[in-house]
């Protein structure tokens, strides 16, 4: 097949980025030519070594730009129509992150738009240039409920996503328990009731460190920031913050993890959580997490903005240690035969095979 994949940008190492990028990969590994087509891409890009072998289009263009006016929905539109001018004769067009599904307004190649997040508004300009979508691909039973109500023309399937391991996590141990949580800080990936936690349960773990990886986004991201610090050195907890770091620096920190908690509100997905437990590491999710779909009914799953019940559960995995290495090291396995980013790559080609037929 010759398959383009429309993709917003391509400039921060994220996990929607990582999926364009380890499925262009596979599928070209598979016999099939391969054209990401982006409003712009960072050169050096931390995904490059995925790319070697696919097209990569660029407009070259900042894709969003910040404005108390919220005007970028409209130079989507004229970025999205510019982007298909320079569509080649492809047999199937792969719509990613929005508003990369506006392209089926502007071409008669069969369009499947790969969704993890529609946009969070609701509103006409996205339901007018979205309706051309031949099928739509939601990442999770939560995305596929906003999917049925927002775009009730559109056929579907549910498809999951993939996750891989860089290299095997070496799990060193130490005089610490320690914690491992991946994102940006903000509201909705509530990192400080993974703190509050913490403090309930401070006489009870000892000697904890809590590391926290992902940059500040925002205003309200610093606030966060201040507030976890000064919650974290009232109850005498650790608390460490990584920005921007590499794959090695961060699979250092999967090594000494003896617990990850990852307990957001409204994710779609969760590719952090689905690493964790690749490498063995007993793991916590909120009960709003997509990834709760492939998982066993008895992984250990909290409320979301339930401190109490985090809590208990903390200390419960910890208490019944072994218990939960084990159980995760079984769910690990399902992970690899069913999760990973070659299966996630072969189930996106048999779906465009059904399309082209």
């Not at 190649?109 to 051309?132: G, L």
């Not at 590719?271 to 793991?283: A, D, H, M, S």
């Amino acid at each position: 097949m010759d398959i383009g994949i429309v993709q917003p940008e391509l400039i921060y190492l994220r996990g929607a980025e990582k999926q364009v990028c380890k499925l262009s990969h596979y599928l070209t590994k598979m016999g099939h030519d391969v054209t990401i087509y982006t409003f712009e891409k960072k050169e050096n890009y931390g995904f490059d070594s995925s790319l070697e072998n696919v097209n990569i289009v660029s407009l070259d263009t900042k894709w969003f730009i910040s404005s108390i006016f919220s005007l970028n929905h409209f130079r989507w539109v004229h970025l999205i129509k510019k982007l298909s001018s320079k569509l080649g004769d492809h047999d199937i067009i792969n719509a990613h992150n929005h508003p990369a599904q506006w392209i089926s307004k502007f071409t008669d190649i069969p369009t499947v738009w790969m969704c993890n997040e529609p946009y969070y508004r609701d509103n006409f300009i996205d339901k007018y240039y979205s309706a051309n979508i031949q099928f739509t691909l939601p990442i999770s039973h939560v995305i596929e409920k906003i999917i049925k109500n927002r775009y009730p023309q559109t056929k579907l399937e549910t498809i999951g996503s993939g996750a891989d391991l860089e290299r095997d996590i070496k799990h060193i141990h130490n005089d610490y328990f320690d914690l491992i949580f991946v994102g940006p800080l903000h509201p909705k990936k509530r990192q400080l009731d993974i703190v509050k936690a913490f403090s309930l349960i401070k006489n009870d773990i000892k000697n904890v460190r809590l590391h926290f990886v992902g940059g500040t986004v925002d205003a309200y991201s610093n606030h966060i920031k201040k507030s976890m610090i000064n919650l974290a050195d009232k109850n005498g907890l650790n608390i460490f913050f990584y920005d921007s770091i590499s794959n090695e620096e961060l699979y250092s920190l999967y090594d000494v993890a003896d617990i990850s908690v990852f307990v957001p509100e409204s994710e779609p997905w969760g590719i952090f959580p689905l690493e964790t437990i690749l490498g063995g590491i007993p793991t916590i999710i909120s009960d709003q997490c997509g990834v709760k779909d492939i998982l066993p009914d008895d992984h250990p799953v909290v409320e979301t903005g339930n401190i109490k019940q985090l809590a208990d559960k903390i200390l419960e995995v910890k208490n019944n240690y072994d218990e939960y290495k084990n159980k995760t090291l079984q769910t690990s396995k399902t992970i690899t035969e069913n999760y990973s980013w070659k299966s996630y790559s072969k189930r996106m080609e048999t779906i465009f095979n059904k399309i082209i037929e």
